[in-house]
């Protein structure tokens, strides 16, 4: 099967795409996507096999995450995606365990973005447990893997969308001094989305955090924000 969806995967090659997206997922020497391969597809096709492929065997998902393609890693992790929304509680937990022990393969940010919070992020949302939260959550946010913290931040998304905030803000504060711009955009994305569910809270954050703030994590956190009260914010 594995071979099956492989070959699928090489008839979509876009030889053009492939070139601008290994320019746009900086795969030159030093930048942070150094070396990586692209063949072109878009996020709709490859979101298209992944659910046509959903009922891979895991063995098999295992390898095509290991890939050196981009988008076959890409949809393996939506393939994932789409076995732990339908799975029990037990297959989820599997999965989580999985995609814990293979964050060396969710190398970029789209990787990132298009699957911790459906997998971990959901995961942690309904576990009982606080401290098993805390302890997974700061275990990613305090590696020196750039792709390990920004999975702790992106799958605060989960929580966000129920209505608590407060890991998105704990972490956001953790990132205040992070080297890293791709770190600060996902922190200020986050804000930003927090800011819909809490305005009040968001602005509290920023009045006390604002001059350690990355320029970056600022102004994504406010671009909902009216206007005016935006510019009050940049010129601080």
């Not at 990586?36 to 979101?47: A, K, M």
């Not at 789409?82 to 814990?100: N, R």
């Amino acid at each position: 099967m594995n071979g099956t969806i492989l070959k699928e995967i090489k008839t979509k090659r876009d030889k053009f795409r492939s070139e601008i997206l290994s320019r746009f997922f900086k795969t030159g020497k030093g930048q942070y996507g150094e070396g990586d391969i692209f063949w072109g597809l878009t996020v709709p096709l490859s979101r298209k096999i992944a659910i046509k492929y959903k009922d891979l065997p895991k063995k098999e998902v295992s390898l095509l995450l290991k890939n050196k393609v981009h988008e076959v890693r890409l949809i393996a992790l939506l393939i994932l995606v789409q076995k732990y929304k339908k799975g029990i509680e037990k297959e989820k937990k599997e999965i989580v365990d999985f995609y814990l022990k293979n964050t060396k393969y969710i190398n970029n940010w789209d990787l990132v973005d298009l699957s911790a919070h459906h997998i971990l992020g959901d995961y942690l949302l309904n576990l009982s447990s606080k401290k098993r939260i805390e302890e997974i959550l700061l275990k990613l946010a305090k590696s020196k893997n750039l792709w390990e913290q920004r999975i702790s931040m992106v799958s605060t998304f989960a929580f966000i969308r129920k209505g608590n905030i407060k890991w998105t803000m704990t972490l956001a504060k953790m990132f205040l001094d992070h080297k890293h711009d791709l770190m600060h955009k996902a922190s200020g994305w986050m804000l930003r989305e927090a800011g819909k569910r809490d305005a009040i809270q968001l602005c509290k954050f920023l009045d006390k955090n604002i001059s350690k703030m990355p320029r970056t994590m600022l102004r994504y956190s406010i671009e909902k924000f009216p206007e005016h009260i935006r510019k009050e914010y940049l010129k601080r």
